[in-house]
C-alpha cells in the first residue's frame, strides 16, 4: 500500500505562483502523476514524472508554467506552478501511475491522494 498526501494549496492571485508537494509513504517507484478538477468539470491531465530518470510531461495548458520535479530521497514530487491563471482554479491531485512513464490517462494511475485545493483570483 502506497499512501499520497498532497500539499501546498491556497489563494493566490493571477500571475502569482504556488509549490505543491506529494509525499509518498513509500519509494512510489513507477512515475506520478498530477491531476485537477474543477466543481463540475472532468478530471483531467496536468503533469506526470517518472521516479527514476525524472523525466517530465505535461497537459498544453500549462506547458511552460509548471515545472514538475522529484526528491528521491524524501518520497517527495513537488509541482511548481508559476503565472497561475483563474482557469487553474481547482483540487490537485497527485497519483501514482501503474507504468514507468506516466501518461494523460486518470484509469493508468492506483494510488491517489486527498487534494490540494488550489483557487486563483482574478
Known amino acids: 500500500q502506497v499512501q499520497l498526501v498532497e500539499s501546498g494549496g491556497g489563494l493566490v492571485q493571477a500571475g502569482g505562483s504556488l509549490r505543491l508537494s506529494c509525499a509518498a509513504s513509500?519509494?512510489?517507484?513507477?512515475?506520478i502523476g498530477w491531476f485537477r478538477q474543477a466543481p463540475g468539470k472532468e478530471r483531467e491531465f496536468v503533469a506526470a514524472?517518472?521516479?527514476?530518470?525524472?523525466?517530465?510531461n505535461y497537459a498544453d495548458s500549462v506547458k511552460g508554467r509548471f515545472t514538475a520535479s522529484r526528491d528521491n530521497a524524501k518520497n517527495t514530487v513537488y509541482l511548481q506552478m508559476n503565472s497561475l491563471k483563474p482557469e487553474d482554479t481547482a483540487v490537485y491531485y497527485c497519483?501514482?501511475?501503474?507504468?514507468?512513464?506516466?501518461?494523460?490517462?486518470?484509469?493508468?494511475?492506483?494510488?491517489w491522494g486527498q487534494g490540494t485545493q488550489v483557487t486563483v483570483s482574478s
Open positions: 497519483a501514482r501511475s501503474r507504468a514507468m512513464i506516466g501518461d494523460s490517462d486518470s484509469r493508468n494511475y492506483v494510488y
Open positions: 514524472i517518472s521516479w527514476s530518470g525524472g523525466s517530465t
Open positions: 513509500r519509494g512510489p517507484y513507477n512515475a
